[in-house]
């Protein structure tokens, strides 16, 4: 299965590999990465339901998506967490959100 994910720790991919983001992979309902996320312990920092989501897309109707762009739980989080304490920079936002996760077996 990790034949077809991309390694983000070796090839540089746009915008998941810059620094000041939260690059997000997608996970499966099983607890598993799908096989089209984005992985590496350097440039991903956290992984969020994004198979089978259902988003909208056009001609007002719905559909059944997969990807990185799928984890909106991520953003969700943030924006929470920036809304309750206005104190908080961007920096200790990703920090908050990244020290409150727990690693995936390998």
Do not use: C
């Not at 540089?12 to 000041?20: M, R």
């Not at 909208?56 to 998506?65: E, Q, S």
Request: net charge negative; proline share 7%; aromatic share 8%.
């Amino acid at each position: 299965m990790k034949s077809a994910m991309t390694l983000t720790d070796i090839r540089f991919i746009l915008p998941a590999s810059y620094d000041n983001i939260i690059t997000t992979g997608n996970l499966l309902f099983n607890g598993h990465l799908d096989e089209s996320s984005n992985y590496g312990q350097i440039n991903v920092d956290l992984a969020a339901p994004g198979t089978y989501i259902l988003s909208t897309v056009p001609a007002d109707t719905y559909a059944y998506m997969t990807g990185t762009s799928m984890p909106a739980p991520v953003t969700g989080a943030a924006a929470l967490l920036y809304s309750g304490r206005p104190d908080l920079s961007l920096s200790d936002v990703r920090t908050a959100l990244l020290s409150s996760v727990h690693k995936l077996a390998p």
